[in-house]
């Protein structure tokens, strides 16, 4: 198996128990080149952390930009890469798949929330099967559901909305759902009924992630705390300097 796509999607697929896949977020060249040494077999590039090294804030990256951040992280190692694009910056299903397959990757991140503001979840499914079709195979889709990070009605039931959309979602062709931020007692249930792999938001700590993997996660990213640490370190040193 050669194919970078097929090899990415097969790293998903049966996986232990307290052993998913961990696709750490390198932010440039550089540290994606770091994260390929340290030995992990694939890369999930976050749109945070990217914005954060262009100077943007979260969520306000031009696309252009983000596009040409991520080809040079596709560029710069010999794994796979997936990358966040945020809710696709407006562009349709088609054009999407061409901006990535020209960027390199081999899937991407695709949120159900524009502006804040969840979009409707027939109106979501239907936006990715669109780009399932596009894409042929050609590209992994992460499907995230946003019901946790955004305002619901009063009296929605959270854990209900997250796993009707997970499931239209990945009827819809998804290869992943990725429900950010949803309570680690939802996972098992999350994982039991979603017939697909369950991306799970989690920090870089070796127990959080096998805990999450023992709740049901099949793959573990963690967004742009890899970029946020390393600010965090450079600010250390330099004050430790002056």
């Not at 990217?50 to 040409?68: C, K």
Request: glycine share 10%; charged share 20%.
């Amino acid at each position: 198996m050669t194919d970078p796509v097929s090899v990415f999607r097969a790293l998903h697929h049966r996986r232990t128990p307290g052993d998913p896949l961990v696709l750490p977020g390198p932010w440039d060249a550089a540290s994606a080149r770091a994260l390929e040494e340290a030995g992990f077999p694939a890369l999930a590039v976050p749109s945070a952390g990217v914005a954060a090294s262009l100077g943007h804030e979260d969520g306000r990256t031009p696309a252009g930009e983000m596009f040409a951040a991520v080809a040079r992280i596709v560029h710069a190692v010999s794994v796979p890469v997936s990358a966040d694009i945020e809710a696709g910056y407006g562009l349709t299903p088609e054009e999407l798949v061409d901006r990535l397959l020209e960027a390199g990757v081999v899937g991407c991140n695709l949120e159900d929330s524009v502006d804040g503001v969840l979009v409707d979840p027939v109106r979501q499914a239907d936006r990715l099967a669109r780009f399932r079709a596009a894409a042929g195979g050609r590209l992994f889709l992460n499907a995230r559901v946003d019901v946790h990070v955004r305002e619901v009605p009063a009296g929605t039931d959270r854990a209900a909305a997250t796993l009707e959309r997970a499931l239209r979602y990945a009827a819809a062709g998804a290869d992943c759902v990725y429900p950010i931020a949803a309570p680690p007692e939802e996972l098992p249930g999350l994982a039991a009924a979603v017939p697909v792999p369950l991306n799970a938001f989690g920090t870089p700590d070796p127990a959080d992630v096998r805990r999450l993997g023992g709740l049901g996660a099949g793959r573990v990213t963690f967004g742009p705390a890899l970029q946020q640490r390393a600010v965090a370190a450079a600010r250390e040193a330099a004050v430790r300097l002056r």
